[in-house]
């Protein structure tokens, strides 16, 4: 089990698909300068459960989801409003970095 403080997940993630390595996908937080690309996913994971899931969309245009986002345990659970969802498992959080760990 990772040990890490929850309320840091409370912010705006973009993926850093730069950071990834072949076992886990890193996130930053809003204001993190990117270099360019032609588009990323984010989600906002908002204090009260909410969420909006931005993943990329037709022709790298983002189309977002709202949602609800939990914590079970060390597993990001997010529910989109169109009954879509995903389990991610926390590997780190901090104020700068978030760390998934990628589905194999």
């Known amino acids: 089990m990772a040990i890490f403080n929850p ?4 912010r705006k993630w973009t993926h850093s698909f730069e950071e990834d390595t072949e ?4 996130y930053r937080p809003e204001g993190f300068v990117f270099v360019r ?3 990323r996913m984010q989600f906002d994971l908002k204090e009260n459960g909410e969420v ?3 993943p990329i969309g037709r022709n790298d245009v983002p189309q977002s989801k709202a949602g609800a986002w939990k914590l079970q345990g060390d597993d990001l659970v997010i529910n989109r409003s169109d ?3 995903r389990v991610y498992h926390v590997k780190e959080v901090t104020p700068e970095k978030l760390v998934l760990k990628k589905d194999n």
């Open 23 to 26: 076992n886990e996908m890193v």
């Open 83 to 85: 009954g879509t969802g």
């Open 37 to 39: 690309s032609r588009g």
């Open 52 to 54: 909006v899931d931005t």
């Open 7 to 10: 309320k840091y997940l409370n």
